[in-house]
């Protein structure tokens, strides 16, 4: 399975996920999604956040599990699947390079999707398939 | 039961790509094994609401008092001021408009029956007794699909119903609103009001979830550990 190692990440890469590059699947994303602020304004809604950010952010959470409570030092190394500090070091990066240009909490989300897939807890095919899947579920009614 | 009067709030009504990424994500990540839907969903709710609410308070003396089950059942309104909620003259919550304070309704779940609520109009929600609605719930995902394919959408929430099990979807309105009274789950006997409000969540009382013993809204925040443990060794 593609989650079970950190094969993009490995002690020997010491490329930042900025020098890794794009990916394919995210950038496709990125230039065709419509930003919740853009949305929000054409339909006259005032809610500040997207829908999904409440689910977005429990994901970020759950993948963080105890890494979210306990002071960095003492997360154990593969306690849980992403965690906390690491993430958002790699959102950070990635929303000063890559996802500069794109409006929050969009680019979280695209930052988790990318940290995600570098990390090898899915890959950009999987994914792909999975965007095509509940695409077709959301649009079909 | 879907009769409205009045203008329904402004809504995004299109799928962005966003949303569509969102979902796939965390879908993927249930195949994945790193959680469940249902952890999923318990985590979720905890950052919306801490407390049990007005409602868990109706359902857990309604568990206890027969003859109070039976108000809640047939006089939502009069019941509701057991709990210190009166629809007509005093909201305590101050949540929302006058239209919110009209008619609610306690649908009543069996072993072989379960209720789920809905507005497929706009967000119509029993605010004055359940607080804020979950943003989830004025998505057009869960307020079209629900009534189309209820036990797939539950089952997204992580609640996978028995194929012999009935879904009733009560689709809310101006006038009326609804909430579910689940079936008492085993393991509670002998338990205080107290003890049961706890469990009757805000996601149990919309329907989405039934309570279970030891997973209530306002406990610690939840911790899950990784099913399948990666080990990192990139340096940042």
Redesign the interface.
């Known amino acids: 399975?593609a989650?079970?190692?950190?094969k993009n990440?490995?002690?020997g890469?010491?490329q930042?996920l900025a020098e890794q590059g794009p990916i394919a699947l995210?950038e496709d994303?990125r230039n065709?999604?419509?930003?919740?602020e853009d949305?929000?304004a054409?339909?006259?809604?005032?809610?500040p956040?997207?829908?999904?950010?409440?689910?977005?952010?429990?994901?970020c959470?759950?993948?963080a599990?105890?890494s979210?409570?306990l002071p960095h030092g003492q997360v154990v190394?593969?306690?849980?699947?992403?965690?906390l500090l690491?993430r958002r070091?790699?959102e950070d990066?990635l929303a000063a390079t890559l996802y500069a240009d794109v409006a929050y909490p969009?680019r979280t989300?695209?930052a988790?999707?990318h940290s995600?897939i570098r990390?090898?807890?899915?890959d950009e095919e999987?994914?792909a398939r999975?965007?095509e899947?509940?695409?077709h579920?959301?649009?079909e009614? | 039961m879907s009769e409205h009067h009045h203008e329904p709030a402004p809504m995004v009504d299109e799928v962005s790509d966003f949303e569509i990424l969102e979902m796939a994500v965390r879908e993927l990540a249930i195949e994945k094994g790193l959680f469940s839907a249902e952890d999923h969903r318990i985590w979720t709710e905890y950052v919306h609401t801490l407390g049990p609410t007005p409602a868990a308070r109706l359902v857990a003396k309604a568990w206890l008092d027969p003859e109070y089950k039976n108000l809640c059942v047939t006089d939502g309104v009069e019941a509701s001021k057991a709990v210190g909620v009166d629809w007509i003259n005093s909201p305590p919550t101050h949540f929302g408009t006058p239209s919110d304070y009209c008619n609610l309704r306690v649908l009543e779940d069996t072993p072989t029956l379960k209720h789920v609520v809905v507005c497929t109009l706009c967000s119509c929600y029993p605010r004055p007794i359940l607080g804020q609605s979950p943003e989830w719930y004025r998505t057009p995902n869960y307020r079209r699909r629900l009534v189309r394919w209820p036990r797939q959408v539950l089952a997204e929430f992580g609640l996978q119903l028995p194929s012999d099990v009935q879904i009733r979807v009560a689709d809310s309105n101006q006038k009326t609103r609804y909430i579910v009274m689940p079936v008492r789950p085993a393991g509670t006997d002998g338990w205080s009001e107290d003890q049961l409000a706890e469990i009757v969540t805000r996601d149990c009382l919309i329907g989405v979830a039934v309570p279970k013993p030891g997973v209530t809204s306002n406990t610690m925040r939840p911790i899950h550990k990784a099913v399948h443990p990666v080990e990192h060794g990139h340096g940042h």
């Open positions: 399975m989650m079970s190692e950190g990440h490995g002690s890469n010491a930042s995210l994303v065709r999604g419509r930003v919740w949305l929000a054409q339909y006259g809604v005032t809610n956040d997207p829908p999904w950010k409440i689910t977005l952010d429990a994901t959470d759950i993948l599990a105890s979210n409570v190394p593969g306690s849980c699947a992403l965690p690491e070091a790699e990066e969009e989300l695209l988790l999707a995600m990390h090898g807890l899915f999987e994914l999975q965007i899947r509940v695409g579920r959301l649009k009614v």
